[in-house]
C-alpha cells in the first residue's frame, strides 16, 4: 500500500490506522502548499489536488474517511471497527463522519484566516465565526465523552476520525480549556504507540 501524505495533515489519520492494524505501507511525502500537489500529474491521483490518498494494488481512493472505512473494511478482523450488529453501529458511522461533516471545515478557515493569509486579507470575522462554530462541534464531542472513554462503545475507527479532528482543531487555535473530556481523551489518545508514530512522520 502507498499512502500520499504529509505532516501535520489528515494523512496522519491514514497513517494512525495502518499502524494501528500493523499493515506494511510505504509512503509519498509532501508539504501542506506543495506546489506539486497541484501539478497536472499528481492531480491525475487527486483531481483536486489534495492528501491523502491511498493506493491498495489497482485501487486508488482519496478521501479521509472513506480511505479509513476501505482499509477497514478490507483489512480489520473487527479490533477497530464495529458492524452493524453491534449497538453503537449508528454512533460509530456518525462519528467518523463527524469530522469532516462537523469540525474540519471551521478549522480549515481558521489556518486560513490565522496562518495562510497576508496580514491585508486577514478578516477577524472569520477567525470569530470560526472559533464560535468549533466551539459549538467540540462542546458537543465533549458532552460524548463525559461518561465514556471513546466515541462509540471502544476504541475505533471513529477516534481515529474525529479525535485526530480535535486534535486538529486545538493545533489551529481553538480553545479546549474548558472541555476537560476533550483534554483527558486528546492524552489517552497521544498515549497510543500509533497516534505518536503517525504525528512523528
Ligand atoms: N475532505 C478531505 C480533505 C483533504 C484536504 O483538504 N487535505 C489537505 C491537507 S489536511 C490538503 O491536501 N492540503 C494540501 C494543499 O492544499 O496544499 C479529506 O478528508 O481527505
Not at 153 to 165: L, Q, R, V
Not at 173 to 188: P, V
Request: charged share 25%; hydrophobic share 40%; glycine share 6%.
Amino acid at each position: 500500500m502507498k499512502l500520499y501524505f504529509a505532516p501535520r495533515s489528515r494523512a496522519v489519520r491514514i497513517a494512525w490506522l495502518l499502524e494501528e492494524l500493523g499493515l506494511k505501507y510505504e509512503l509519498e511525502h509532501f508539504k501542506v502548499g506543495d506546489k506539486t500537489l497541484r501539478s497536472a500529474e499528481y492531480k491525475k491521483i487527486h483531481p483536486m489536488g489534495r492528501i491523502p490518498v491511498l493506493e491498495d494494488g489497482k485501487v486508488t481512493i482519496y478521501e479521509s474517511g472513506a480511505i479509513l472505512q476501505y482499509i477497514l473494511a478490507k483489512y480489520d478482523n473487527g479490533s477497530l471497527s464495529l458492524t452493524h450488529k453491534d449497538p453503537e453501529f449508528p454512533e460509530y458511522l456518525q462519528w467518523i463522519h463527524y469530522a469532516e461533516g462537523s469540525i474540519m471545515q471551521q478549522v480549515n478557515t481558521l489556518v486560513v484566516e490565522t496562518i495562510l493569509l497576508p496580514p491585508e486579507k486577514k478578516n477577524e470575522v472569520n477567525v470569530a465565526r470560526a472559533l464560535k462554530l468549533i466551539k459549538i462541534a467540540l462542546s458537543n464531542v465533549n458532552s460524548r465523552l463525559s461518561d465514556r472513554e471513546y466515541l462509540a462503545g471502544k476504541f475505533s475507527g471513529a477516534d481515529i476520525m474525529t479525535g485526530h479532528a480535535c486534535y486538529g482543531a486545538r493545533n489551529a487555535g481553538a480553545d479546549i480549556s474548558e472541555f476537560m473530556h476533550i483534554q483527558d481523551y486528546l492524552e489517552r489518545l497521544l498515549s497510543r504507540p500509533a497516534f505518536k508514530k503517525a504525528i512523528s512522520l
